[in-house]
Structures are given as C-alpha cells and as structure tokens.
C-alpha cells in the first residue's frame, strides 16, 4: 500500500510539473488512473522477475544469435537522443529497430531489449494507453508486414553490446562497420 501512495504522490508530482512548463492541465480522475495503470505495470514486470526460479545469476546472461535466415536487432534507449522519460526512450528506441529493419526489407526479424514493460506492451501483454502508447502502436501495425516478427525480452547484462554502441551515439556519428575496439572486445566477450 505504501508504494501505491508513493507512485500517486510521484504522478501528482508529475502532473503538476506538466502543468507548470507545459501548460498541460490533468484532471485528478486521470491522475489516479495513471498512477493506477503504472502500478500494475510496474506489479507485472517485477512479479515476473521476482518468481523463485527465475535465474538470479544474472552474470551467466549471455546475447543469443538468431537462427541463420532471421535477424536480431538489439535495441536501447541510450539511442534516443530525445528528452524523454525512460519507458518512452525505450519504445522510441525499439520503434527505430522496426523502421531499420522494414527500410533494409530485412523479412525475418527479432527485435531484443532489456525494458520488460516496453516488451510486453509490444506483445499486447499489458496495456499500452501510456504515453508512449502511440510507439507501440505503431511498432504492432509495421510488424504486421514481416514474414515474421518476434519480441524478446534480455536482462540488462545480455544487452550489453546495444548499451554501448547505442551510446557511441552521444559522441557523434559512427559508422557500424566502424566500431571503437571497446565494442569489439565486449562483442567477443558476448560470443565466448
């Protein structure tokens, strides 16, 4: 009970700092339904991982190559280069792998990231009325014109590889091909 106060305090916090900068005015009935929506999201995705038997040796969490005639996109929200809030970078950052790999008419396609609340509302597994809902949206509707489209959900330590070229963003241009020997050695780690 304790932390649905604090989250209801947290979305009246955040309305109100809507309100002030961006003259965006909530009503409270929507402020509650946020909180509300939020909190079981937020119950969802951490029931999952807080399950006995859920792997707590989160080391041994390794990057898994896709089969021969599929492609795995990685996906992270340090690419994103908008001020947004971390859910909806996420997304962003998952919508961007989907329009890669349409533009690169790739047929077969994985897309892979650590945010388990953006993978699941991916999936349709939890509601997408967010902010960020319109993102997946239109994630959902681009998959439609795959062969086939998977979403995968990876531990942060299993995305380590997206992490750190993602962030090679925030440094300026880069060519893929052309990775930092950093990326190169933690890729050899992934595949060891």
Not at 111 to 119: A, H, K, L, R, T
Not at 127 to 137: C, F, P, T, V
Request: charged residues 25%; glycine residues 4%.
């Amino acid at each position: 009970m304790f932390e649905k106060i604090i989250l209801l305090c947290w979305a009246i916090w955040h309305s109100r700092n809507k309100r002030i900068f961006e003259g965006k005015h909530t009503e409270a009935v929507e402020i509650v339904a946020f909180a509300d929506k939020y909190w079981k999201e937020l119950h969802a995705a951490t029931s999952v991982v807080l399950q006995p038997g859920v792997r707590s040796d989160r080391n041994s969490v390794r990057w898994e190559p896709p089969e021969n005639d599929v492609v795995k996109i990685n996906f992270d929200a340090t690419c994103v280069r908008q001020p947004l809030d971390p859910t909806s970078a996420e997304a962003k950052a998952a919508v961007l792998a989907v329009h890669l790999a349409r533009e690169r008419n790739w047929t077969k396609v994985i897309i892979e990231g650590d945010s388990f609340v953006v993978i699941s509302a991916i999936k349709g597994t939890s509601d997408s009325r967010a902010g960020y809902g319109n993102i997946i949206m239109d994630i959902q509707r681009i998959s439609e014109d795959f062969e086939e489209f998977r979403v995968q959900h990876i531990l942060r330590e299993g995305n380590r590889v997206a992490h750190e070229v993602a962030s090679l963003s925030k440094q300026g241009d880069y060519h893929l091909f052309d990775l930092p020997p950093l990326i190169h050695s933690v890729i050899s780690l992934e595949m060891c």
